[in-house]
């Protein structure tokens, strides 16, 4: 494992003291066949200098003649529900391959994002990255280094796999509007997270009055989703509106909740669960009925969503499969079974009524 120095110093200022590029300071540590021995002199020199130590004979010799049989898998919150279901996922695909999957939590920081990459990259085959905050250019880097595979992200020219967010928000209007719902507010999460922004495109598309035309034909938002013209007509009268949370927890959902009711709506749509699970809550404590009061929808059909009253609806994705496809994914890629495809595999999601939102028999 590599240790940086006091200082903190990372393969990027190694990089810049040596003038090279990060990648190739990487492939000195890890694949060192891949560097010309005087280019590999001058890594190793401006990283003594810098105090950064590493077992390059252990960690580079094992990882060059693909002995490692490891992957690596950085999260945002390892105690998100989310990302332990994605964990499952790939941990049983890697297993089934007789590989170890490694995770890491970066607490949604950035550089803890960084750091964790340059200490998993020597000693790893390949990099799952779930909702990393980390931006396009520095995955776009790593992916060129390390056979490398986004979660639930999509980053040009990198292989990822995507959960359907657009379809999801879309069905989560139908069904409220259904329930007599005609205002909506989206709770959003951080603002870095494609997930986040691709729900929030499909709420405003669900609700936008210019998707009404006069033919009787079924509107496409998507190929999957042809609503009848009746109903597109419906949700284009639904009031959609975002207030962002401060944090993507329960936490974050009861905080939420006290700047909602100073300008309340029928209806929220969650970021995740757990945001619907603290603002549910504590529209409890403040007396509120829901649904009655108000409809309360959350994402991603984690465990807890069945344990609080009323159940809880949420737009489900699959989880596990989203873990396994990619890990399968990435273990492909690094095996050389097939090359790393830029076109983003999308799996499907549905919505899980429960109580929470449905005022009415549907």
């Known amino acids: ?39 590999a002199e001058k890594v190793r020199g401006a990283a003594q200098e810098l105090g950064y130590r590493l077992d390059v004979e252990t ?11 490891n992957l690596g898998l950085v999260v945002a919150d390892i105690t998100n529900p989310f990302f332990q279901e994605v ?24 550089p803890r994002a960084k750091t964790a990459v340059e200490l998993l990259m020597p000693t790893v085959d390949g990099l799952l990255l779930a909702s990393t905050r980390l931006a396009n250019g520095d995955i776009q880097k790593i992916a060129r280094t390390i056979p ?90 639904v009031t959609m509106r975002q207030q962002r949370v401060a944090q993507p927890t329960t936490v974050g959902g009861r905080r939420a909740f006290e700047l909602w009711r100073e300008n309340p709506t029928d209806a929220v749509i969650c970021f995740n669960d757990l945001v619907a699970i603290g603002f549910l809550d504590q529209a409890h404590r403040a007396g509120m009925d829901v649904p009655r009061d108000v409809a309360v929808v959350g994402c991603d059909n984690t465990e807890i969503t069945s ?35 830029a076109k983003p595999r999308v799996l499907p999601t549905r919505l899980i009524v429960r109580g929470s939102s449905l005022r009415t028999r549907e």
């Open 1 to 39: 494992m590599a240790e940086g120095s006091d200082r903190g110093a990372t393969i990027y200022d190694i990089a810049r003291l040596a003038g090279v590029s990060p990648s190739t300071v990487s492939r000195t540590f890890s694949r060192p066949d891949r560097v010309s021995f005087r280019t």
């Open 59 to 69: 960690i580079g010799s094992a990882s060059a003649k693909g002995q490692a049989r």
């Open 87 to 110: 964990f499952r996922g790939a941990e049983h695909a890697a297993r089934l391959e007789g590989m170890l999957l490694t995770v890491t939590d970066t607490q949604g920081s950035v």
């Open 148 to 237: 490398t595979v986004c979660i639930n992200r999509p980053v040009p020219g990198v292989p990822s796999v995507l959960v359907n967010n657009y379809e999801g928000a879309i069905r989560a209007v139908e069904h409220l509007e259904s329930q007599g719902v005609r205002s909506i507010t989206y709770l959003a999460g951080p603002t870095e997270s494609w997930a986040d922004a691709s729900r929030w495109r499909g709420l405003l598309d669900a609700a936008d009055p210019e998707a009404v035309t006069a033919s009787r034909e079924p509107v496409p938002f998507t190929r999957g989703v042809l609503l009848p013209p009746e109903t597109a007509a419906r949700l284009s009268r």
């Open 307 to 341: 344990l609080v009253h009323p159940g809880l609806t949420t737009i489900a994705g699959p989880l596990r499969s989203l873990g396994r496809v990619a890990a399968a994914n990435l273990m492909a890629v690094i095996r050389g079974v097939k090359g790393p495809s």
